[in-house]
């Protein structure tokens, strides 16, 4: 089968897709008649631009396999593109319009693209609340330059200090992590470095602060920056870096490796009282605001938030990347390995395996200083989780582990994810989704399935000749039925229109630090059971082994249908949701009787029924 790809372009536009069986010559003959007015060359092929991919008719343009001009399949796909760039040129030049020197097509347009994402934060505004963090994707000036460009909101450098304090990295520093399984390329869940601050000085940071805010006004550039425990040093680095045209500074006082042994980084952030003190110092040299940021390898993180906050503090970062060690080798060489000598050091875990530990430090903060700027970080790799960090007292999301998994172009994707979630809570119709998903229909494989318990009175397996089995009833019961009356698709579809006024991110932030609080908040006479969808169940015995091994042994199951079911001795603890393998087979609902602890032996002095 070859596939041809055609564009025409006169009054009207068209891609035309073709295919065709190149056994069947009356049919590309058919093909080629089709095509006339195109000239052809001696392979039998349109001859074409290898540039604009235009045939000898101005307004057809052609791609692809037919072209002759792909090798490969992307270069197939970069010819679609090509094709439909000057496509789009040649149809503006009809009405006189211009079109940008770079292409540039213009992108679908909806109202969700009117969500405003801007924000304020310390009396900045910045123009989304997604930022590049202080880490490898801010490793130099251009590279923050090319993360404006892509969209980002703000950017923070890496971390600079005085010349005294210079470092040299080792190597290798960066490493994948093991927390996600034996995976590797894209989508890693973790990653470990045991890289050190910028290797540039802070002239070279200054001199590129400048020329960003020169060229990016809208944007957000935040100078991060790192000394001992020395006032004039603080004092010295925060005004040359005012100066320079930092919108705001983060103090590093959280870097979890190398630094704290020269008594900087981690060994200044984990005493309140030197975390106070440098923030006075900073507070009293400068004028922009500062964020102190902070690290989770302490016992009490708002403790050291609340001593930021005494020292002058516009707001802080939650936080830097936890201490850890990843692997090691059936050889027992650790990894990173530097050296001849195959060492390593502790290092600083990231990426999505810490955001439990990252909500957990912003919702804690976010409780005990109320409107007191966060700027989060910690393992956000979409819109959905960087909303769960705003409804936790968020008011910024630095990002680092997903871009290192992908490029600076997810911003596309955040922006437009979270202008979709803030649009979607003012609909109505679509209350019972979650985010950007609809309630998850009764199937199997992703096809719906007929309700046997309904027809038959009972349940069958997903499984061998029970599948058989039910797929004879379902045939049966659709035989009994009367023949289907004549449906006459909707001819109108109007979209849903906001029925509540569309939340701004000042509206999102800390929605749902309410309901975040201490053990002893919680009701522990409001209880809930599990139910297992027949339906949707494949009999894979998960949930009975799960509840066997680790829970209540509240399931049964079938040797035979391989039908599991719930009894009476369930307690609610929803291992059982946690081990399916199939969405939504298994809900948590309103216990019907009141809840009785088994104790095992009666507590003393309480009589036994």
């Known amino acids: 089968i070859m596939c041809v790809c055609v564009?025409?372009?006169?009054?009207?536009?068209?891609?035309?897709?073709?295919?065709?069986?190149?056994?069947?010559?009356?049919?590309?003959?058919?093909?080629?008649?089709?095509?006339?007015?195109?000239?052809?060359?001696?392979?039998?092929l349109p001859e074409v631009n290898s540039e604009t991919m235009a045939t000898s008719c101005e307004w057809i343009f052609c791609g692809g396999d037919l072209a002759g001009v792909a090798q490969t399949t992307v270069e197939s796909v970069n010819d679609g593109k090509q094709a439909a760039w000057y496509l789009h040129k040649y149809l503006q030049s009809l009405h006189g319009l211009p079109v940008p020197a770079q292409p540039c097509l213009p992108k679908f347009y909806t109202p969700v693209d009117l969500v405003d994402l801007s924000v304020n934060i310390a009396g900045l505004r910045f123009p989304n609340p997604f930022g590049l963090a202080s880490a490898t994707p801010t490793t130099s000036a251009p590279m923050m330059r090319r993360g404006f460009e892509a969209g980002w909101g703000f950017a923070v450098t890496k971390t600079y200090a005085l010349d005294k304090d210079l470092i040299t990295n080792v190597s290798p520093r960066i490493v994948s992590g093991t927390t996600g399984g034996p995976l590797y390329g894209p989508g890693l869940s973790s990653f470990l470095n045991i890289e050190l601050i910028s290797e540039k000085t802070s002239a070279y940071w200054c001199g590129a602060i400048t020329e960003l805010k020169r060229d990016f006004k809208e944007q957000i550039v935040i100078a991060s920056i790192m000394c001992s425990y020395d006032e004039k040093d603080w004092t010295d680095l925060a005004k040359m870096s005012e100066e320079a045209g930092a919108d705001a500074l983060e103090l590093n006082l959280s870097c979890p490796h190398g630094m704290g042994e020269k008594g900087m980084g981690l060994a200044c952030g984990q005493n309140p009282e030197l975390v106070r003190n440098i923030c006075r110092w900073v507070r009293a040299a400068i004028k922009i605001p500062f964020f102190a940021k902070l690290t989770p390898n302490v016992t009490d993180i708002v403790t050291i938030a609340k001593a930021a906050h005494e020292g002058g503090a516009d707001g802080v970062t939650a936080t830097n990347t936890v201490s850890g060690l990843m692997s090691l080798q059936p050889s027992s060489i650790p990894w990173p390995a530097v050296g001849a000598g195959k060492r390593t050091t502790y290092g600083g875990v990231s990426g999505n395996a810490i955001r439990?530990?990252?909500?957990?430090?912003?919702?804690?903060?976010?409780?005990?200083?109320?409107?007191?700027?966060?700027?989060?970080?910690?393992?956000?790799?979409?819109?959905?989780?960087?909303?769960?960090?705003?409804?936790?007292?968020?008011?910024?999301?630095?990002?680092?582990?997903?871009?290192?998994?992908?490029?600076?172009?997810?911003?596309?994707?955040?922006?437009?994810?979270?202008?979709?979630?803030?649009?979607?809570?003012?609909?109505?119709?679509?209350?019972?989704?979650?985010?950007?998903?609809?309630?998850?229909?009764?199937?199997?494989?992703?096809?719906?399935?007929?309700?046997?318990?309904?027809?038959?009175?009972?349940?069958?397996?997903?499984?061998?000749?029970?599948?058989?089995?039910?797929?004879?009833l379902y045939a049966q019961h659709i035989a009994q039925q009367p023949p289907l009356t004549q449906h006459e698709p909707?001819?109108?579809?109007?979209?849903?229109?906001?029925?509540?006024?569309?939340?701004?991110?000042?509206?999102?932030?800390?929605?749902?630090?309410?309901?975040?609080?201490?053990?002893?908040?919680?009701?522990?006479?409001?209880?809930?059971?599990?139910?297992?969808?027949?339906?949707?169940?494949?009999?894979?015995?998960?949930?009975?082994?799960?509840?066997?091994?680790?829970?209540?042994?509240?399931?049964?199951?079938?040797?035979?249908?391989?039908?599991?079911?719930?009894?009476?001795?369930?307690?609610?603890?929803?291992?059982?949701?946690?081990?399916?393998?199939?969405?939504?087979?298994?809900?948590?609902?309103?216990?019907?009787?009141?809840?009785?602890?088994?104790?095992?032996?009666?507590?003393?002095?309480?009589?036994v029924a």
């Open 7 to 44: 564009c025409f372009s006169h009054d009207q536009c068209l891609y035309l897709y073709n295919y065709v069986s190149v056994r069947l010559c009356c049919c590309v003959r058919i093909v080629v008649k089709a095509m006339s007015p195109i000239k052809f060359n001696s392979w039998g």
């Open 356 to 472: 439990p530990i990252a909500l957990r430090a912003v919702s804690a903060i976010g409780r005990a200083l109320p409107g007191f700027p966060i700027l989060a970080t910690g393992g956000i790799d979409s819109a959905d989780v960087g909303l769960q960090f705003l409804h936790c007292g968020a008011f910024g999301l630095e990002v680092c582990s997903a871009v290192q998994n992908q490029d600076f172009t997810l911003i596309d994707d955040y922006i437009t994810g979270l202008k979709a979630l803030l649009y979607l809570e003012s609909i109505r119709e679509l209350s019972d989704w979650q985010g950007q998903s609809p309630p998850t229909p009764q199937h199997q494989l992703g096809k719906l399935v007929p309700q046997l318990s309904s027809i038959i009175g009972k349940g069958i397996p997903n499984f061998g000749e029970f599948r058989k089995k039910r797929r004879e």
């Open 490 to 607: 909707q001819t109108h579809r109007p979209a849903y229109q906001p029925k509540r006024n569309i939340s701004s991110l000042a509206n999102v932030i800390g929605t749902g630090l309410d309901r975040i609080g201490t053990y002893g908040q919680l009701d522990n006479t409001d209880q809930v059971v599990a139910i297992i969808d027949e339906e949707m169940c494949i009999n894979c015995g998960k949930c009975y082994m799960s509840c066997n091994d680790s829970g209540y042994q509240a399931i049964t199951f079938d040797g035979t249908t391989h039908i599991p079911h719930i009894t009476d001795d369930c307690t609610g603890c929803a291992i059982c949701l946690a081990a399916c393998p199939i969405p939504d087979c298994i809900t948590m609902v309103e216990r019907p009787t009141p809840y009785k602890a088994i104790r095992g032996v009666a507590p003393a002095g309480v009589p």
